[in-house]
């Protein structure tokens, strides 16, 4: 009978610190949200030189593809590429000018706008 009260009064004790720390964890998960939506209300009120960068790379992301993805292709029909290692070189190479031009294009567009 005394091993059974020893237990339940162990179990008592375990369950109190289980309580706490659960308590614990809900106190840093409530600081850890409001610090993240403090971030996240900086990163989006961020802006350089009055441009909202995020809007610059998402067009910049969705017109490369739009419109880079066929310039590559229209542009590799007059070189010759005769191996994988060529047609990756080719496509990095050409990928990244586009990239660049459409990047530098777009935040001089969004700069003026601002």
Known sequence: MQEDAAAGDADDASDAADATDAA???????????????????????SVEGVDTEHVMNLTFVLTL?????TVVVLSLFVPLDGWDEIISFVVRTGAAIWLLTAVTLYVRERRRA
């Not at 739009?66 to 066929?70: D, K, R, S």
């Open 24 to 46: 614990d964890a809900t106190d840093r998960s409530s600081a850890d949200a409001e610090d993240t939506a403090e971030a996240g209300a900086d990163a989006e009120s961020e």
């Open 66 to 70: 739009l419109f880079g993805v066929p």
